[in-house]
T-cell receptor, first 114, second 115 residues
Framework: AQSVTQLDSHVSVSEGTPVLLRCNYS??????LFWYVQHPNKGLQLLLK??????LVKGINGFEAEFKKSETSFHLTKPSAHMSDAAEYFC????????????FGSGTKLNVKP | DVKVTQSSRYLVKRTGEKVFLECVQD?????MFWYRQDPGLGLRLIYF???????EKGDIPEGYSVSREKKERFSLILESASTNQTSMYLC??????????????FGEGSRLTVL
């Protein structure tokens, strides 16, 4: 069975400092992993995805994530937070063999302080 | 630019009313999904469709039905709205086969309030 755990429901950082949003997954098969961002009253936008290629994945707006199979983790990072990064972030796992199934974490709200 | 369009961004309905939420995608995707989003619960799948006239129940189908008469359009129906269906509803689509890049494409959401 697949599942996703986002370890922090809220993260607060100062502008210009690093961002770390944590995600652990459980998967019976080789997973596809995604991070999505949702700004207030908007839909979800893809930040980046891992689909069994390079383990370090670069996404939009300076975000990146590293797939660590031994730790079953896919943490999202950014070296320097910007005010516009304030949003909710979702970690998602899907089954490469069952394209209809996507499992969402409960989300992490990122607050960026001036 | 790929697009998933939800026709109603904000709706206010009364208990017992029938509610239609419409979603249209212009990417020729086979799969379409309806999710419900509530604070602290993430996204929960209501129904999905993998082809015209085909549908499968998700995790929380009770109180909802869906319709997919055309490939590009997927409708969510609340036969008799109740206050516990007040929520944000998100439509999404994805490709299959050689076009499948794995990700979901989302609409901007429909925020429904049932009084």
């Amino acid at each position: 069975a697949q599942s996703v755990t986002q370890l922090d429901s809220h993260v607060s950082v100062s502008e210009g400092t690093p961002v770390l949003l944590r995600c652990n997954y459980s998967s019976s098969y080789s997973p596809s992993l995604f991070w999505y961002v949702q700004h207030p009253n908007k839909g979800l936008q893809l930040l980046l995805k891992y689909t069994s290629a390079a383990t370090l994945v670069k996404g939009i707006n300076g975000f990146e994530a590293e797939f660590k199979k031994s730790e079953t983790s896919f943490h999202l990072t950014k070296p320097s937070a910007h005010m516009s990064d304030a949003a909710e972030y979702f970690c998602v796992v899907s089954d490469l063999y069952n394209f209809n199934k996507f499992y969402f974490g409960s989300g992490t709200k990122l607050n960026v302080k001036p | 630019d790929v697009k998933v369009t939800q026709s109603s961004r904000y709706l206010v309905k009364r208990t017992g009313e029938k509610v239609f939420l419409e979603c249209v995608q212009d990417m020729d995707h086979e799969n379409m999904f309806w999710y419900r989003q509530d604070p602290g619960l993430g996204l929960r799948l209501i129904y999905f469709s993998y082809d015209v006239k085909m549908k499968e129940k998700g995790d929380i189908p009770e109180g909802y039905s869906v319709s997919r008469e055309k490939k590009e359009r997927f409708s969510l129906i609340l036969e008799s709205a109740s206050t516990n269906q007040t929520s944000m509803y998100l439509c999404a689509s994805s490709a299959v086969g050689t076009l499948n890049t794995g990700e979901l494409f989302f609409g901007e959401g429909s925020r429904l309030t049932v009084l």
